[in-house]
């Protein structure tokens, strides 16, 4: 079975920190592309960054600059370095992997969200 597992949401300051992190198992990793898409209430899931399985990296134009996204193929994890935060980066962040071969979209993973609150 298939599971993508996130943690280190939680409740940040404005201008502070947090770093996502997402464990995969149950398939091979190092092939898929990775990314972090979040929802906020009475909004529709959005791209926050993604990760190529060769490394190339694209952000959405709201979090250039501040968050980062990295992964460890040998620790089958990604992740999303969030600094400067906003309270309206308030939201569940969600990991997906795709397995893409070609143009086929084969896989398509998610995983069960973790909530990222920005409040003073």
């Known amino acids: 079975q298939v599971q993508l597992v996130e943690s280190g949401g939680g409740l940040a300051q404005p201008g502070g920190s947090l770093r996502l992190s997402c464990v995969g198992s149950g398939t091979t990793f190092y092939n898929y592309d990775m990314g972090w898409h979040r929802q906020a209430p009475g909004k529709q899931r959005e791209l926050v960054a993604a990760i190529t399985s060769d490394g190339t990296t694209n952000y959405a134009n709201f979090v250039k600059g501040r968050f980062t996204i990295s992964r460890d193929d040998a620790k089958r994890t990604v992740y999303l370095e969030m600094n400067n935060l906003k309270p309206e980066d308030t939201a569940v962040y969600y990991c997906?992997?795709?397995?893409?071969?070609?143009?086929?979209?084969?896989?398509?993973?998610w995983g069960q969200g973790t909530q990222v609150t920005v409040s003073s």
């Open positions: 997906n992997g795709v397995l893409v071969i070609g143009t086929q979209r084969l896989r398509d993973y």
